[in-house]
């Protein structure tokens, strides 16, 4: 059975960092794009970042440029978003997403383009 798991969310502190992973089972990530992707209570699920199945490229929303970090580590089948400078309108459930893709530089920000999505995990910016 082919599972995304998340962890790593939490509730943190305006300006804070929380390191979000997301590990595979059931099948190996090295082949799959994948993203990060988030929805607030009462809004439509969007796109965090993405990373390629090479790992060259990644995409950033424009919300998390400069403060978001995507990385994929394929021997341990996972892929990671470290947040820093975190503030109160991150506030979200964090999913991830993976896409299997021949095109090793396909990278997407958008919900349409993937068919595996983990259950979410729960970040919460506040003071």
């Known amino acids: 059975q082919l599972q995304l798991v998340e962890s790593g969310g939490g509730l943190v502190q305006p300006g804070g960092s929380l390191r979000l992973s997301c590990a595979a089972s059931?099948?190996?990530?090295?082949?799959?794009?994948l993203g990060w992707f988030r929805q607030a209570p009462g809004k439509e699920r969007e796109g965090v970042s993405c990373?390629?199945?090479?790992?060259?490229?990644?995409k950033y929303a424009d919300s998390a440029k400069g403060r978001f970090t995507i990385s994929r580590d394929n021997a341990k089948n996972t892929v990671t978003l470290q947040m820093d400078s975190l503030k109160p309108e991150d506030t979200a459930v964090y999913y991830c997403?993976?896409?299997?893709?021949?095109?090793?530089?396909?990278?997407?920000?958008?919900?349409?383009?993937?068919?595996?999505w983990g259950q979410g995990t729960q970040v919460t910016v506040s003071s």
């Open positions: 990373i390629s199945v090479d790992g060259g490229n990644t």
């Open positions: 059931g099948f190996t990530l090295g082949s799959y794009a």
């Open positions: 997403a993976a896409a299997p893709k021949l095109d090793w530089d396909y990278c997407s920000v958008y919900v349409q383009g993937y068919d595996y």
